[in-house]
Structure formats: structure tokens, C-alpha cells
């Protein structure tokens, strides 16, 4: 018998009472009447920093003024062209280290806790957390209010259909003596540029 | 009468200061707890359907598994299946030796702690590299952690400080804990570098979708995936959800309750291996899980999600520290898991309970907690675990209550016992003293004196 087998054969035997699926439908999750002011707070309450784009506004010029001393800046996206490094045509992903900034483009956001789903739309997802500083350009049209909204949401890439996160914030630890500290393994900051229609 | 826990706690508790800094700690993540939960006024709706989900998953689990391990098949993965820690152990090291693995960076997970796989592959010539910081803190000192999400809460910074200036060469006296985070990134780094394999526990695993989905705030899962060329994710059999609806309820919850904060930083989904990878491979470890299921009174303690809210909230884990338990999780979900485990090893730790309910009324996912300590109490005598002098004094009591005669003689006779010069009373032959200040008796027993107020 196969390790399998064996193991739901035992469950099977075990096993006692069986329990209903409860009706999710009728959660009264949260909804906010600005979704986005919403956000924007959350994304500042986690570590972010939110800056609203206005119309016609190059984002380039914009990153280029953000961090004036970043040397590399890794992008795979077309209209960033100040990328000095490529995730789609890089080595090995450990090339990408010593970015100093990535830029990446976000789904949508959720006004509750401030995440971003980022499905991988690159060949080397390392861009995501590798970089010392990541930017994330957002529509801000696509705002949902929570979780429940956006797990009916999320996508995979066509391409690359294997992967894909939420991110809220830079990443953080308070591992040594509960002190919080920005920038534990992956992005040291996050900025979310928000776009205009 | 002591019982492994509270000996072991009396250790922790010599260093008064730090006991205090522990118990406030953890208060301050519970009151963050509290602030989160009030903050949502479908809080205690979410728990219970939180609960049903757990409730109907685990009982419906080969349905389930089969449902997963077909979807990670068809989205590519290779699906294991090990039946004890020992074949898990195995496994992995099979999958490492195939494709000339010398070393591996992992976050954090439970369950290899649970099957001991760091020292079963280090015993084989591997290098394991923890890189949650927490868990890299107490791998570089050699212990374990003694907390499931906070694993590393027992050093301060000093102790920090002191373990980087020897192992990683960090600056002599600074023990700043934003610096020793910046030293450890570094280092970090440079083994995700060169590690040629990465490892992932799992938070969930998604039925319908195949989908292994893990929670970290520091990145570390999503780094250790990034650049080696394999993924190996191990996952015990009870985390897997049936679908993206059930995952929503959980994620808006796993954080909240355990850290008090919104969502942690990555809610991150593996679905199959980087474009440049091999196929990645999903552990599924039962390692007791089938056989606790038909456990008429514990099978509930499968619902846990492993959020930490317990033992956060539990006035004796704040004021003992995990290191007072025998089993690797401590608090009151440990205790429970712990009896499952081995009746025998772990019973001196349902004593470290005050049967305040704290835990079973934070949990998210409502496992019964301390009911189910209570229970196990009840068959300590039935493990032959119950500890002999405690079985004397009930037996003692049963028979002054059972027996009016008795009582009354001795309640007439008790205040003799004052008179008992105080070094005799407390002394370490008289177990009550211990901790207590022996009480005074009453000339009149309370008996007494409502007759002769009621004549």
C-alpha cells in the first residue's frame, strides 16, 4: 500500500462525527465609505509611503526624484525606462542583488490591512524582495474594502502562473526584543505610487 | 509536588526583571489583539465561521488531501506523503541528495521542528540555515524556540548583541537592535545567495487551487524561494482549506489575533516552481494527525492555525516562559498537543493551567483549550501520570467531607494548628507553604458561629 493509502486509509478509520460547510455568504466583513483614503491610511500605519500620481505626471521623473542616489533599478515594466537591470533577462536571479530600487505594478489593493496582490509577471520573481527599495505602481481605481473581496479577485499570470503575493508594507521583524525594525530580509521600504484612470 | 513545569519555572522566575518583561510583553501583544479584534465588528461572526470551516475540513480531510495533492499534481509539484516524522526526515533528505543539495536556507515551520529534520540532515553533511530572524538568532545560540511565533523571546539584546559580535562579527557593544537587524540581513543575504535549495512551511494549503500559502513578515519565505534553484514545502495534513473563500476568513485572522497586526507583510501563494527551477516538491506529513482525529474529546486541536493568541493571553506561559514546558510548543495549545503526543512525557505540563478559559476565548479558530486541559487532568490517573502525593490529599479531603463526624472534629481541632511554631508549618515538608503563607484557623468554625448567631 502506498504511503497515501495508508495514511487516508487510517484517517478514514479514525475519523468520527462529520461537520457541515458553514454559509460563508452572509459575513458582514467591513466596507469603508473611501476605500481609498482607507488604504492609503493602512499603507502608512504598516511602514508604507502612498503618493498619488497626478495626471501626466512621468513616474520616472517621479522615482528619480524619490531616491536621487539609486544606481541600480531593476524593472521589467515598459513604460519605467530609467531601468538600468531586467527580471525577464537576467542571468540568475541572484543578479538581481544590489538593486536599489525595483519597480513592480500591483492588481489591486485592499483597504483593510493594506495589501497589494502581485502576481508574478516576471521571469525572476527575486525583483519582488530583493530590492533594497521596492515601488509598487497601483491604479487607484482598483481598491476593494477586504479579504473576502479580494479572494474573489485574485489572478495568476499566464505566463507565469505559478506564483503571486500579497504585500503590505516593507518587511519587518521585532525578532530581537520586540523592537520593530523595517527591513528585515527583503524591501527595506515600499512605495506605492498610485495612478490615475 | 511540583510537577516538570512549575520546577522549571521556578528557574524562570529567579531572573524577577526579566519575568516581568515577559509577561508585560506578551500582555502588550494581547492588548494589540484586542485593539484588532474590537476594530471589526464581524470579529466574533469570523471566529465562528473560522471554527465550522476547521470543524467541517478535518473531518472531511481525505476528500480534501486527495482534491490538494491531485491539484499541486496537475499544477506540476511533486506530492510526498510521509506517515511519521522519521519517513518525512527521509524524504526530504532524499529530494536534497538528488539534486547534490549541500545547503538549504528555510523559514520558519513548526512541523520540521516537530520531526527534528535540522539535526537529521545536518547528522547527513547538509547545511540547514533558519532565516527568520528570531529562529536564526536561536540556531546560531543552539536552542530551541520558546514560542511559535516570537521564537527568539527569551534573549534581550544584550544576549543578541553578544551571540552576533561572536558568530557574525558585529560591532563590539553595539547591541542595537535595528544594527544587529541590519548584521543578520546581511548575512542572510548572502545565504540565500548560495544556498542551492530553499525550504517553505506552509500556513495553508488550498484544495481547490493546490496552492501552498505562507505568512511571513520579514520576506524570508519569498527570498528562500527566489534564488535557489528548489522548492521543497513541507505542510502537516491539517492545514489544508478547501478553497480561496475559507483562506479569506483565516488570513483576515491569523495576524490579528496572534501579533495584533492587520495581515503580515506577505501572504504569499506557491503554486508551482520558478520558470528557471525545478518542479517543487510538497511534503504532506501525518505524524499522528489521522490517529488524534478519532480522539473523541481532543480531536478539536486540529483546528489550530498556529497563531501564537494562546499563549500570548495565558497568565501562567507569561509568567513561566516556554522553556517551561517538555513539549516544543508550549503554552496552552502545546499542552494539548503535547498530551497527544505521548500521555507520558508531557503530563506535567496540565498543570501549568488555572482553568481561566483566557485562551479558549481568544483563540480565532475556537478550540476548546482549556476544557480539553481540564479533561486531561481526568485521566492522569488512568496514564498513571497522577502525581502520588496530590492522589493521597484527595483521597484525604473525600474522606473529611464525605464523613460529617470527621469534619466536624476537625474543624473544631484546626486552630491547634496555630500554635505549631512557624518554621516547623513552613518548612519544605509541608508542600502548601511553598509559594503560600500558611493561613490562620478560626477559633470557631464557620459552622459554628451561624448556629449561634441563629439561636
Known sequence: MSNKEDILKRYRANVREKYDMPDLSDIKAITYPNPLVQFAKMSEMVGGQVIEVDQGRDVNVLIRELFPDAKEIASNLPEITIATRNPDTVGRARDLNGTDVGIIRGAFGVAENACIWIPQTMKEKAVCFISENLVILLPKSQIVNNMHEAYKRIQFDKTYDGYGTFISGPSKTADIAQVLVMGAQAARSATILLLPE | ?455
Request: aromatic fraction near 8%; proline fraction near 5%.
Open chain 2, 1 to 455: 509536588m511540583s510537577t516538570g513545569h512549575s520546577k522549571a519555572a521556578k528557574e524562570f522566575l529567579k531572573n524577577q526583571n526579566y519575568a516581568k518583561w515577559h509577561d508585560a510583553t506578551f500582555w502588550s501583544v494581547r492588548s494589540k489583539r484586542d485593539n484588532m479584534a474590537y476594530g471589526l465588528d464581524e470579529w466574533e461572526q469570523l471566529r465562528e465561521k473560522a471554527s465550522a470551516i476547521k470543524r467541517h475540513t478535518i473531518t472531511h480531510l481525505d476528500e480534501y488531501l486527495d482534491q490538494f495533492a491531485t491539484n499541486a499534481e496537475k499544477n506540476g509539484c511533486i506530492v510526498h506523503w510521509a506517515k511519521d516524522a522519521n519517513e518525512f526526515n527521509e524524504i526530504v533528505y532524499g529530494i536534497l541528495k538528488n539534486h547534490n543539495v549541500k545547503k538549504i536556507v528555510k523559514s520558519k515551520s513548526m512541523l520540521t521542528e516537530e520531526c527534528e529534520m535540522n539535526p537529521y540532515l545536518e547528522a547527513h553533511g547538509i547545511e540547514v540555515v533558519e532565516t527568520d530572524l528570531g529562529e536564526r538568532i536561536i540556531q546560531l545560540k543552539g536552542q530551541k524556540p520558546s514560542h511559535i511565533v516570537m521564537p527568539a523571546i527569551h534573549l534581550n539584546h544584550d544576549d543578541v548583541g553578544e551571540l552576533f559580535e561572536e558568530k557574525l562579527g558585529s560591532e563590539k557593544g553595539n547591541h542595537d537592535p535595528t544594527y544587529l537587524t541590519y548584521v543578520a540581513r546581511l548575512s542572510l543575504r548572502n545565504e540565500f545567495l548560495t544556498a542551492d535549495a530553499g525550504m517553505t512551511g506552509g500556513n495553508f494549503g488550498i484544495a481547490e487551487t493546490g496552492d501552498i500559502v505562507v505568512c511571513t513578515n520579514e520576506g524570508n519565505a519569498d527570498m528562500s524561494t527566489s534564488c535557489p534553484k528548489l522548492h521543497i514545502a513541507a505542510i502537516g495534513l491539517e492545514k489544508i482549506i478547501p478553497n480561496y473563500d475559507c483562506l479569506a476568513v483565516f488570513q483576515r485572522m491569523l495576524c490579528r489575533a496572534g501579533t495584533g497586526q492587520p495581515t503580515t507583510t506577505y501572504t504569499s501563494h506557491f503554486r508551482k516552481a520558478r520558470p528557471t527551477a525545478h518542479p517543487m516538491h510538497i511534503v504532506l506529513v501525518d505524524n499522528g494527525r489521522s490517529e488524534w482525529i478519532g480522539n473523541p474529546e481532543h480531536w478539536e486541536a486540529l483546528k489550530c492555525i498556529r497563531c501564537g493568541s494562546c499563549m500570548n493571553t495565558c497568565p501562567v506561559y507569561r509568567r513561566s516562559g516556554g522553556y517551561s514546558y517538555s513539549y516544543f510548543i508550549p503554552g496552552p495549545i502545546g499542552i494539548n498537543l503535547g498530551m497527544l503526543r505521548d500521555t507520558q512525557q508531557h503530563s506535567g505540563n496540565v498543570s501549568a493551567c488555572t482553568l481561566c478559559l483566557s485562551c479558549q476565548t481568544v483563540c480565532p479558530v475556537k478550540v476548546n483549550l482549556g476544557d480539553q486541559i481540564y479533561q486531561w487532568r481526568q485521566q492522569l490517573d488512568d496514564f498513571g501520570t497522577a502525581n502520588p502525593q496530590k492522589k493521597m490529599m484527595c483521597r484525604g479531603m473525600s474522606m473529611v467531607y464525605g464523613n460529617q463526624g470527621v469534619y466536624n472534629l476537625g474543624t473544631a481541632l484546626a486552630h491547634w494548628a496555630n500554635i505549631i511554631p512557624s518554621p516547623l508549618m513552613n518548612c519544605g515538608l509541608n508542600p502548601w507553604a511553598e509559594g503560600h503563607k500558611m493561613m490562620t484557623f478560626p477559633p470557631k468554625p464557620f459552622h459554628k458561629l451561624i448556629k449561634e448567631i441563629e439561636k
